[in-house]
Structures are given as structure tokens and as C-alpha cells.
């Protein structure tokens, strides 16, 4: 149903709150919820003096963003931000298209997408996220230590044992189980996928010519999660399980994370340090194009699997009284936003990257 109702994007606002009007008395009647509906349906207004802003996207980042739109509802009662979870895909495909007031996505749109766009549509980081392998090997300590290519050897299925070889040179002081690796993978469209598989087409050419680098990469093995609690779910429930996720959802879930060795030939942990030190050494000279590869960068102290995470805006929204509102929420992002990240366990934008983010998204009218 949520699929039919997102269609209606390309209707007119007025035609829309109508709609959404019919559609929640009908839902009432029926004893259904109507959030999503209203999510949905992208409104602008409910009342004449409020607007509803309507963003789609990567699950990732959803519990800060919707930590966000709390607190700026409460400093701005008229203004409601509301964040549909699709995917980093499914977000990119609706902006692209003037579907809904802006988008959020874990990887950079493609110049050729960008290109087929109704408007012009600008990519702004919100904060850095670090994607980590989760693993499942219970009775085993120590920390799993873990490489580029072997990573990529395991997602495309040429190492199946947790005793392989190739992963007891990298773990000396692991005992590793004679057990298959289980793969799990997130379904299509998904920026964590555009991630790794950045890292991995990085670390290995047969897995950039078997796979590739994208959201929807090519698998060749595995089970597919397509929300990231499912992910999560399949690891801690699979006993020999591998894939991948946030830090701060791993974190949260108390999953284990493998260290991963990084350009500097040092294995790495996933922390907020490593992840900032990873988006400080490769943005010290970044110009006012944010479309920037975090993985595998320089510097002893970087863990090599970080990125930012973009909001997809368009530079010109659909009427006057909605562009005022994305820039003033933006503002608000990069303000006091940044600081509820940082109280949330997400690494800050470097200082100076920060301040030319903020001055591009003052220039969305």
C-alpha cells in the first residue's frame, strides 16, 4: 500500500492534502494507523500556517535523523520534518524525479542520475558514519582481525571457512573455528552496500569487475537483509555469520566488530577517532563538491571503511514557503544539529569542511 501511495508524489500539494484528508478518515474508520500515510504522501500543509517537510532515504542514519526532527519541532512548532526510511536508492529516485522536499543517502548520486534530474540537486554530508563487519563466533575471543581482500575473497565466496588460511595468517593469536562463514548482505539499493563495496573495489580488482562498486552490488553468495534490524538480526542469530552495518547500531546491538587493516597497513577499530581521522586526512583540501570517497584513505590512525552520509536537496524547492523551510531546518542541521550528533555517538564534520557545508546549504531557496 505504502508503494501505491508513494506514486501520488507527483500530485499537485493542494490535490495532496485533500488526499491525505479522504485517505486518514477512511484509514480511521478502519481502526489503521495513517503515520506512514501522511509520511507517504509528502503534505505540505496541515494547517495554514504550518509545513510538513517529507524526507526519504537510508534506514542508517534514521534514529539521528529522527532525533533531530524531534528537537527542531519543539524549537519550531509550525515545521515538521518527517523521515521515510526507504533506502539510499529509493531516496536519490525521488528527488531526482520532485518527489518529496529533500532526501538522505550514504552514497553520492551518479553524475549520470544527476543529470536526468527535474532540478538541480545538491549533495550536502551530515555526518560521518563508519560501516563495520559484524561477525558471529561464539567461544572464540580475542578481536577479529580482517584485510581488504580477504573481506572481499569472503563476499565473493572464494574463502568459506573461518580456518581458512588466509584469515589464520592475519589472526595469529585467534583460534579460529573450523565453521562456515555464513554471508549476509543488504538488499538492493542500499548505501551500506555502496560502502563496503567501495572499500572492497578499492582493496580488490576481481571484486570490482565481479561485483562492483554499488548500492545494488552483484553478489555472488550470501542471505540478503533488507532493513538494517535485519542485519542485525541474521549476524546475532547465525552462528558463523559476517556482514555489516553502523558503528552505532553494532555498538548498540553489542555485535562484534573485526579490526580492519587499513592503506597505512595497520588494523584499525571502528571508533569516532578513527572515522574523524579517516574524514580529516582526505578533506583537509576539499573545495565546495562533497561528493567525496572516504574509504581506504591515508593516515596511520584512519579506519578505512568510513564515509559521509548526504542529504540529496534540491537547490530550488517546489514553492518559496518550502525552500525558507529547508534552509532554516538546514541551518539548523549544521548547528545545533551537528552537537545533538555528537551526543548521539556520530564523529563531527571536520571544522573547516563544516563551515563550507553550512554556507552551501544557505543557498537553498
Given at each position: 500500500?505504502?508503494?501505491?501511495?508513494?506514486s501520488?508524489?507527483?500530485?499537485?500539494?493542494?490535490?495532496?492534502?485533500?488526499?491525505?484528508?479522504?485517505?486518514?478518515?477512511?484509514?480511521?474508520?478502519?481502526?489503521?494507523l495513517?503515520?506512514?500515510?501522511a509520511?507517504?504522501?509528502?503534505?505540505?500543509?496541515q494547517?495554514?500556517?504550518?509545513?510538513?517537510?517529507?524526507?526519504t532515504?537510508?534506514?542508517?542514519?534514521?534514529?539521528?535523523?529522527?532525533?533531530?526532527?524531534?528537537?527542531y519541532?519543539?524549537?519550531?512548532?509550525?515545521?515538521?520534518?518527517?523521515?521515510?526510511?526507504?533506502?539510499?536508492?529509493?531516496?536519490?529516485?525521488?528527488?531526482?524525479?520532485?518527489?518529496?522536499?529533500?532526501?538522505?543517502?550514504?552514497?553520492?548520486?551518479?553524475?549520470?542520475?544527476?543529470?536526468?534530474?527535474?532540478?538541480?540537486?545538491?549533495?550536502?554530508?551530515?555526518?560521518l558514519?563508519?560501516?563495520v563487519?559484524?561477525?558471529?563466533l561464539?567461544?572464540?575471543?580475542?578481536?577479529?582481525h580482517?584485510?581488504?581482500?580477504?573481506?572481499?575473497?569472503?563476499?565473493?565466496?572464494?574463502?568459506?571457512?573461518?580456518?581458512?588460511?588466509?584469515?589464520?595468517?592475519?589472526?595469529?593469536?585467534?583460534e579460529?573455528?573450523?565453521?562456515?562463514?555464513?554471508?549476509?548482505?543488504?538488499?538492493?539499493?542500499?548505501?551500506?552496500?555502496?560502502?563496503?563495496?567501495?572499500?572492497?573495489?578499492?582493496?580488490s580488482?576481481?571484486?570490482?569487475?565481479?561485483?562492483?562498486?554499488?548500492?545494488?552490488?552483484?553478489?555472488?553468495?550470501?542471505?540478503?537483509?533488507?532493513?538494517?534490524?535485519?542485519?542485525?538480526?541474521?549476524?546475532?542469530?547465525?552462528?558463523?555469520?559476517?556482514?555489516y552495518?553502523?558503528?552505532?547500531?553494532?555498538?548498540?546491538?553489542?555485535?562484534?566488530?573485526?579490526?580492519?587493516?587499513?592503506?597505512?597497513?595497520?588494523?584499525?577499530?571502528?571508533?569516532?577517532?578513527?572515522?574523524?581521522?579517516?574524514?580529516?586526512?582526505?578533506?583537509?583540501?576539499?573545495?565546495?563538491?562533497?561528493?567525496?570517497?572516504?574509504?581506504?584513505?591515508?593516515g596511520?590512525d584512519?579506519?578505512?571503511?568510513?564515509?559521509?552520509?548526504?542529504?540529496?536537496?534540491?537547490?530550488?524547492?517546489?514553492?518559496?514557503?518550502?525552500?525558507?523551510?529547508?534552509e532554516?531546518?538546514l541551518?539548523?542541521?549544521?548547528?545545533?544539529?551537528?552537537?545533538?550528533?555528537?551526543?548521539?555517538g556520530?564523529?563531527?564534520?571536520?571544522?573547516e569542511?563544516?563551515?563550507?557545508?553550512?554556507?552551501?546549504?544557505?543557498?537553498?531557496?
Open positions: 500500500m505504502t508503494d501505491d501511495l508513494a501520488l508524489f507527483s500530485v499537485s500539494y493542494r490535490a495532496r492534502v485533500a488526499l491525505e484528508v479522504l485517505v486518514a478518515r477512511i484509514l480511521k474508520m478502519a481502526g489503521v495513517g503515520v506512514t500515510v509520511v507517504a504522501l509528502s503534505v505540505t500543509t494547517a495554514q500556517d504550518s509545513t510538513v517537510l517529507v524526507v532515504g537510508s534506514s542508517m542514519p534514521e534514529p539521528l535523523y529522527a532525533k533531530w526532527n524531534d528537537e519541532h519543539i524549537q519550531q512548532p509550525a515545521v515538521k520534518v518527517r523521515y521515510l526510511p526507504e533506502g539510499s536508492g529509493a531516496g536519490a529516485t525521488r528527488v531526482l524525479t520532485g518527489a518529496g522536499d529533500f532526501a538522505g543517502g550514504d552514497a553520492p548520486i551518479p553524475e549520470k542520475e544527476l543529470k536526468t534530474a527535474t532540478s538541480k540537486v545538491v549533495e550536502l554530508p551530515t555526518v558514519i563508519g560501516i563487519v559484524i561477525y558471529n561464539t567461544g572464540t575471543s580475542g578481536e577479529l580482517l584485510s581488504g581482500p580477504a573481506l572481499a575473497s569472503i563476499y565473493l565466496g572464494k574463502i568459506t571457512e573461518w580456518n581458512d588460511p588466509a584469515l589464520v595468517k592475519l589472526n595469529p593469536e585467534i579460529l573455528p573450523a565453521l562456515p562463514i555464513k554471508v549476509v548482505h543488504r538488499t538492493a539499493g542500499k548505501g551500506s552496500s555502496y560502502i563496503l563495496s567501495d572499500f572492497l573495489s578499492k582493496s580488482p576481481e571484486f570490482l569487475a565481479r561485483a562492483g562498486r554499488s548500492e545494488s552490488p552483484d553478489w555472488p553468495v550470501g542471505a540478503s537483509a533488507g532493513r538494517t534490524q535485519d542485519m542485525v538480526d541474521k549476524v546475532a542469530g547465525t552462528s558463523g555469520a559476517i556482514g552495518t553502523e558503528l552505532n547500531i553494532a555498538e548498540k546491538a553489542s555485535l562484534h566488530m573485526a579490526s580492519i587493516r587499513n592503506a597505512e597497513g595497520e588494523f584499525v577499530r571502528p571508533s569516532l577517532r578513527t572515522i574523524a581521522a579517516a574524514a580529516k586526512a582526505m578533506t583537509a583540501k576539499t573545495g565546495d563538491d562533497f561528493r567525496i570517497s572516504l574509504t581506504n584513505g591515508p596511520k584512519s579506519y578505512p571503511i568510513s564515509s559521509f552520509t548526504w542529504f540529496y536537496v534540491p537547490a530550488v524547492a517546489q514553492d518559496s514557503q518550502r525552500g525558507r523551510a529547508i532554516a531546518y541551518r539548523w542541521v549544521y548547528a545545533d544539529g551537528q552537537k545533538i550528533a555528537q551526543e548521539e556520530y564523529p563531527p564534520l571536520p571544522e569542511l563544516l563551515a563550507k557545508v553550512a554556507a552551501k546549504a544557505a543557498t537553498i531557496r
